[in-house]
């Protein structure tokens, strides 16, 4: 069965320096992998999507930036963190060509900026 | 592009039945979807339909389809306090590559 990790969980981070979170896919091969973010009470935003190695879109100008240097792992990454970033990032992973796309999500991280 | 809503709050007694409602703007939406969110957690499939359904039934999840209106409920029967979690509803886009687009979530609440 396909599973996905995701670290760390929670992260407490100064303002200006960098981040990296990291999610990795087990049990599938060719995944479609997501970054998304949760503000409190708001809903999911997209922030990349990476259909293949190498391969990241992104749908907002940001602070964060997105690799995926393997197949089934995606990392998020800044290099100097805002107030802003603060946040529940989650990373999620679909099966490329399936009819409709069924997303799953790792556990995600708090991500708090000070 | 895509705008999807909910009501942000749902409170009912444990027993009841619990309607969560959502509607999207997009027609071309091909499926949607429902996903379930606990504290501190990330979010976890429940269902979903096709858009050429008008309605599908899963043990005690109902959701119905209301294609004209573009509208979307998810109907929870018997609801237990296990059920008091974030639930978040999702218009998946056709384009380039599948994108799903999320409501803000509707936080319901269960109460004895």
């Known amino acids: 069965s396909q599973t996905i990790h995701q670290w760390p969980a929670t992260l407490v981070q100064p303002v200006g320096s960098p981040l990296s979170l990291e999610c990795t896919v087990e049990?599938?091969?060719?995944?479609?992998l997501y970054w998304y973010r949760q503000a409190a009470g708001r809903g999911l935003q997209l922030l990349f999507y990476?259909?293949?190695?190498?391969?990241i879109s992104s749908e907002v100008p940001q602070n964060l930036s997105a690799s995926r240097p393997q197949d089934r792992q995606f990392i998020l990454s800044s290099k100097k963190l805002l107030l802003s970033d603060s946040g529940f990032y989650l990373c999620?992973?679909?099966?490329?060509?399936?009819?409709?796309?069924?997303?799953?999500f790792g556990s995600g991280t708090q991500l708090s900026v000070l | 592009g895509e705008d999807v809503e909910q009501s942000l709050f749902l409170s009912v007694r444990e027993g009841d039945s619990s309607v969560i409602n959502c509607t999207y703007t997009?027609?071309?939406?091909?499926?949607l979807y429902w996903y379930k969110q606990e504290p501190g957690a990330g979010l976890q499939l429940l269902t979903y339909?096709?858009?050429?359904?008008d309605m599908k039934q899963d043990q005690r999840l109902t959701v119905l389809l209301n294609k004209k209106d573009k509208h979307l409920s998810l109907r929870i029967a018997d609801t237990q306090t296990g059920d008091s979690a974030i639930y978040f509803c999702?218009?998946?886009?056709?384009?380039?590559?599948?994108?799903?687009?999320f409501g803000a979530g509707t936080r319901l609440a269960v109460h004895p």
């Open positions: 990476s259909v293949g190695i190498g391969q």
């Open positions: 049990g599938t091969s060719n995944p479609n």
């Open positions: 339909i096709f858009s050429n359904m």
């Open positions: 997009d027609s071309s939406s091909t499926y």
């Open positions: 999620a992973w679909s099966v490329t060509g399936s009819l409709g796309e069924k997303l799953f």
């Open positions: 999702a218009a998946l886009m056709p384009g380039g590559y599948n994108k799903l687009i």
